[in-house]
């Protein structure tokens, strides 16, 4: 018998997939939007400035405040890198989290308070040097930025443990159940 010549039914039937570079960085994500990304960022920064000035003070008085402070403020510092990393590129996939929401919320206030309480307590017992008055100066300024990001959250988004029925708009939906047909009223005509 003679060959066959090759008939398309044979032809392979998957398609090469070209490679497609993927974003290192998404903003915005599906977690973070742009505004809330550069008050992330904001906050980044200023933990890492307090945290900073606050290294380089040598010498210290009462140390415990200054020890808290050093404390929630390199916690924020890395602990708000790791949380923008994790909100804007596709590791997020691959923790296991699935209520992000719920975690950056939660995150956000605790810091913020624990933050806003450091810089009190600082601002309360120090040697009054300039180093930690600019230390306790970015304190207040970083837990702004943690406030004002809690703010928008709530704005924006609503409590992250609400249900999405009682997140949009304040407005429930009628179950399809309850709906009237053709808009006819209960009354007969």
Not at 56 to 69: D, E, T
């Amino acid at each position: 018998m003679a060959a066959a010549p090759e008939s398309p039914v044979y032809n392979t039937t998957t398609e090469q997939q070209e490679n497609k570079k993927t974003a290192v960085c998404i903003v915005p994500s599906k977690h973070l939007d742009k505004l809330r990304f550069f008050i992330k960022l904001a906050e980044l920064i200023l933990s890492f400035i307090a945290f900073i000035l606050e290294e380089i003070v040598s010498n210290c008085n009462s140390c415990g405040p200054l020890y808290f402070f050093e404390f929630v403020s390199c916690t924020a510092m890395l602990f708000t890198f790791l949380l923008l990393v994790l909100l804007t590129t596709p590791l997020n996939k691959k923790v296991g989290i699935e209520k992000w929401d719920y975690v950056d919320f939660i995150y956000t206030a605790v810091i913020g308070a624990l933050f806003l309480l450091a810089s009190i307590v600082f601002a309360a017992d120090n040697g009054n040097t300039t180093l930690e008055t600019a230390a306790v100066v970015f304190g207040f300024l970083a837990s702004i930025a943690f406030i004002i990001d809690i703010a928008v959250f709530y704005k924006t988004k609503g409590f992250p443990w609400k249900d999405n029925s009682e997140r949009t708009n304040g407005t429930q939906s009628v179950p399809a159940e309850a709906e009237k047909l053709n808009g006819s009223s209960d009354t007969a005509s």
